[in-house]
């Protein structure tokens, strides 16, 4: 698989927010086809390396190559013409809650392609139906549960067929017997339309099923980069916490615990 | 002396806050101009069907209660008016007070504080809604251009009803006098017909128009970018509702001084 060019690269990438640095030098090759998880605790800044890699956020330095296209210093037409290859499921959904499911999902279509609006429909519903919504088309996003948001929005995500798939944490939030369900979505759009997938998620199980390689990120680097295998047989104490589900260390220093009290 | 700086300091950061707005409000303002001179040269589309939904709701939404104000203020003027006039026996003279300064000064002026407050505020809201919840991200990553989905359609359709509104309320307006003057005054309604066909000159009528097309475009720029500056959740929302009405309404006054020095200092 590394023989290929990444389709993605990241390097050095650094972000900081006021003075709380969030990035600390993010280095990442992810290639063509490949399922890629990226793992980490709450607030480690996945989100914010996703808004980065689809251009939405400049980070503070370092480099960002989306198919050789540098996303971070394009001009607008080429950014433009590179995201129209890319897919992004928020965390949040990010649905237009002005428009019905079926509008929201028809959107790109009628933006980018010169397709006549019945077959625009029609493939808005092959989406809908490929996440098992078919028959909420004409429903408005706040007509849906949080979950159905989820999944209306990762149709929406496909609708222009992407190359790229960044998913953020696309089964938090569902029942088990749904999540289960995108997981196998996300490996049936890998196996027939040989997407390159991106997933943020904090669901062990589905990582274990869909990853081809998983990267943890702790304390704004990446602490960890293997296989399933390599994952499960690490001794790295990150690692081995996040599988092990173990809870944070006790405070040993009582201290700095103080400290940290009074200092607000 | 530390509390000095600190003052001091706070008042720089507040200045210097201010003129980076100003900055970005007029560059936000200058993208979608570029975008709609672009236009007709590139491949761009102008979402005719939401520049009618935005016309639709801005039409619907304000108008009982432009109505309804222009009417109210033609009565006043007419009563202030004729207070006056009556001491000289120029009872009549009321149709030329109330027709200029309706066309000329508070049709649009009224209208357009009237729109700013129950449009611009909505417009601000809902697009600040849409930052919140990260739809105008989600827009980008779809290579759908902000501008020309969102600003664009409501600026044009502001541009385009707003002058509407006015043409009405100066009718409504000159109507308020009308019905104070022949049922108060005992004017006959052919006399004040002819007094106020005399008196208010095309050319009256006309600048109001050209002012209610500056207003709408005050008014829908404000609206779109505080909507776009949005920080934070709910509060900030509402947060740039307010701002965008306190500042279409200086703006708009502002405008009128300028305006009103340029064409009618003379007279
Ligand atoms: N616009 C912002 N302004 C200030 N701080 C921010 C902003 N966006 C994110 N942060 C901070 O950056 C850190 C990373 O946020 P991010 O949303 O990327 O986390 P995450 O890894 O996606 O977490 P989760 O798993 O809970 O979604 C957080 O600590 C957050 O407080
Ligand atoms: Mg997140």
């Given at each position: 698989?590394?023989?290929?060019?990444?389709?993605?690269?990241?390097?050095?990438?650094?972000?900081?927010?006021?003075?709380?640095?969030?990035?600390?030098?993010?280095?990442?090759?992810?290639?063509?086809?490949?399922?890629?998880?990226?793992?980490g605790?709450?607030g480690?800044?996945?989100?914010?390396?996703?808004?980065?890699?689809?251009?939405?956020?400049?980070?503070?330095?370092?480099?960002?190559?989306?198919?050789?296209?540098?996303?971070?210093h394009?001009?607008?037409?080429?950014?433009?013409?590179?995201?129209?290859?890319?897919g992004?499921?928020?965390?949040?959904?990010?649905?237009?809650?002005?428009?019905?499911?079926?509008?929201?999902?028809?959107?790109?279509?009628?933006?980018?392609?010169?397709?006549?609006?019945?077959?625009?429909?029609?493939?808005?519903?092959?989406?809908?139906?490929?996440?098992?919504?078919?028959?909420?088309e004409?429903?408005?996003?706040?007509?849906?549960?949080?979950?159905?948001?989820?999944?209306?929005?990762?149709?929406?995500?496909?609708?222009?067929?992407?190359?790229?798939?960044?998913?953020?944490?696309?089964?938090?939030?569902?029942?088990?017997?749904?999540?289960?369900?995108?997981?196998?979505?996300?490996?049936?759009?890998?196996?027939?339309?040989?997407?390159?997938?991106?997933?943020?998620?904090?669901?062990?199980?589905?990582?274990?099923?869909?990853?081809?390689?998983?990267?943890?990120?702790?304390?704004?680097?990446?602490?960890?980069?293997?296989?399933?295998?390599?994952?499960?047989?690490?001794?790295?104490?990150?690692?081995?916490?996040?599988?092990?589900?173990?809870p944070?260390?006790?405070?040993?220093?009582?201290?700095?615990y103080?400290?940290?009290?009074?200092?607000? | 002396?530390?509390?000095?700086?600190?003052?001091?300091?706070?008042?720089?950061?507040?200045?210097?806050?201010?003129?980076?707005?100003?900055?970005?409000?007029?560059?936000?303002?200058?993208?979608?101009?570029?975008?709609?001179?672009?236009?007709?040269?590139?491949?761009?589309?102008?979402?005719?069907?939401?520049?009618f939904?935005?016309?639709?709701?801005?039409?619907?939404?304000?108008?009982?209660?432009?109505?309804?104000?222009?009417?109210?203020?033609?009565?006043?003027?007419?009563?202030?008016?004729?207070?006056?006039?009556?001491?000289?026996?120029?009872?009549?003279?009321?149709?030329?007070?109330?027709?200029?300064?309706?066309?000329?000064?508070?049709?649009?002026?009224?209208?357009?504080?009237?729109?700013?407050?129950?449009?611009?505020?909505?417009?601000?809201?809902?697009?600040?809604?849409?930052?919140?919840?990260?739809?105008?991200?989600?827009?980008?990553?779809?290579?759908?251009?902000?501008?020309?989905?969102?600003?664009?359609?409501?600026?044009?359709?502001?541009?385009?009803?707003?002058?509407?509104?006015?043409?009405?309320?100066?009718?409504?307006?000159?109507?308020?006098?009308?019905?104070?003057?022949?049922?108060?005054?005992?004017?006959?309604?052919?006399?004040?017909?002819?007094?106020?066909?005399?008196?208010?000159?095309?050319?009256?009528?006309?600048?109001?128009?050209?002012?209610?097309?500056?207003?709408?475009?005050?008014?829908?720029?404000?609206g779109?970018y505080?909507?776009?500056?949005?920080?934070?959740?709910?509060?900030?929302?509402?947060?740039s509702?307010t701002?965008?009405?306190?500042?279409?309404?200086?703006?708009?006054?502002?405008?009128?001084v300028l305006?009103?020095?340029?064409?009618?200092?003379?007279?």
């Amino acid at each position: 698989m590394n023989s290929k060019k990444p389709v993605i690269e990241i390097k050095d990438v650094y972000t900081r927010f006021g003075d709380r640095q969030v990035l600390r030098g993010i280095n990442l090759n992810i290639y063509p086809e490949e399922t890629f998880v990226i793992l980490g605790r709450s607030g480690c800044g996945k989100s914010t390396l996703l808004r980065h890699l689809i251009g939405l956020q400049k980070p503070e330095s370092g480099d960002i190559h989306i198919k050789g296209v540098d996303i971070i210093h394009a001009d607008d037409e080429k950014k433009r013409q590179t995201l129209l290859k890319v897919g992004m499921l928020f965390q949040n959904g990010a649905l237009f809650n002005s428009m019905t499911v079926g509008d929201n999902v028809a959107l790109p279509l009628k933006q980018h392609t010169p397709l006549e609006l019945s077959t625009i429909r029609i493939m808005g519903r092959i989406k809908l139906d490929l996440v098992g919504l078919a028959e909420f088309e004409h429903h408005y996003p706040s007509q849906l549960s949080g979950g159905m948001k989820k999944r209306a929005a990762l149709a929406r995500a496909l609708a222009m067929d992407p190359e790229i798939l960044f998913c953020d944490e696309p089964s938090a939030g569902l029942d088990p017997v749904v999540a289960v369900g995108i997981d196998q979505l996300i490996l049936k759009l890998k196996s027939a339309f040989k997407m390159c997938i991106v997933v943020v998620t904090h669901e062990l199980e589905s990582v274990f099923t869909i990853a081809d390689r998983i990267a943890l990120m702790d304390g704004g680097r990446i602490v960890f980069l293997g296989n399933k295998e390599e994952m499960k047989k690490s001794d790295n104490p990150i690692v081995r916490q996040f599988i092990d589900r173990k809870p944070d260390q006790d405070i040993i220093d009582t201290e700095q615990y103080f400290n940290t009290l009074i200092n607000e | 002396m530390n509390k000095v700086y600190e003052v001091l300091g706070g008042w720089g950061r507040q200045l210097f806050g201010f003129f980076k707005s100003v900055r970005q409000f007029f560059l936000l303002s200058w993208q979608t101009f570029k975008w709609l001179l672009t236009a007709p040269l590139s491949r761009k589309k102008i979402e005719w069907h939401d520049v009618f939904v935005q016309m639709v709701r801005i039409g619907v939404d304000s108008l009982p209660i432009v109505i309804v104000i222009s009417f109210f203020i033609g009565l006043i003027l007419a009563m202030q008016a004729a207070y006056q006039l009556h001491q000289f026996g120029a009872s009549i003279y009321v149709a030329n007070l109330v027709g200029v300064s309706i066309t000329r000064e508070l049709g649009p002026l009224i209208t357009a504080i009237l729109v700013s407050g129950r449009c611009g505020s909505a417009i601000a809201a809902e697009l600040g809604t849409m930052k919140v919840g990260e739809e105008i991200d989600a827009l980008k990553t779809m290579s759908i251009d902000p501008i020309g989905f969102l600003a664009v359609p409501r600026t044009l359709a502001m541009v385009v009803v707003l002058p509407c509104l006015t043409i009405l309320a100066d009718l409504v307006g000159i109507g308020g006098g009308v019905l104070f003057a022949v049922t108060q005054l005992e004017i006959p309604f052919s006399a004040y017909f002819r007094q106020s066909a005399e008196a208010i000159l095309a050319k009256d009528f006309l600048t109001g128009l050209i002012k209610s097309g500056v207003f709408a475009v005050i008014v829908s720029q404000i609206g779109i970018y505080q909507g776009f500056q949005v920080r934070g959740g709910a509060e900030g929302v509402g947060k740039s509702t307010t701002i965008s009405v306190v500042s279409a309404i200086f703006l708009i006054i502002l405008a009128d001084v300028l305006f009103t020095a340029l064409f009618y200092s003379t007279f």
